[in-house]
């Protein structure tokens, strides 16, 4: 399964440590992330992490095309609610891709851990098929 990181620079630290704790499920899975998050778990995980450019020099609208061209199968996208971004208009462009191409997507911590244990379960093995 192709699994897709980005996080939000307040959400950073937390995914890290999510990483670090299903650092097992994700091993068995091609990891791709945009710049600075695929950087930071790569180093606290060991786990190979394909990146894209930082977020701000395009790297989510590299994300989008991979979605787009069938690419990515799982989005896990930490997303600060509270801070206001620039990058807004580029976040609700991720979000509408992965609506319009069916890519199951957690935006917070709550649905990455029902996610990941679904991906362990085996739960969504029909996006391979």
């Known amino acids: 399964m192709n699994i897709a990181l980005i996080a939000h620079d307040k959400k950073k630290e937390l995914m890290v440590q999510f990483c670090i704790a299903y650092s097992g499920i ?9 710049g ?10 060991g786990l190979m992490v394909n990146r894209f450019l930082n977020g701000s020099l395009g790297g989510g609208q590299q994300l989008q095309s991979s979605i787009s061209c069938g690419e990515i199968d799982v989005l896990f996208f930490f997303r600060d609610p509270i801070t206001a971004k620039s990058s807004e208009p580029s976040d609700i462009a991720i979000l509408r891709v992965c609506d319009m191409h069916n890519i199951p997507v957690a935006t917070n911590i709550g649905t990455g851990e029902a996610l990941i244990h679904a991906i362990e379960r085996g739960d969504l093995d029909w996006i391979n098929n």
Not at 26 to 34: D, G, N, W
């Open 26 to 34: 994700l091993a068995k899975h091609k990891l791709r992330a945009t």
């Open 36 to 45: 600075m998050t695929g950087k930071l778990v790569g180093e606290a995980t």
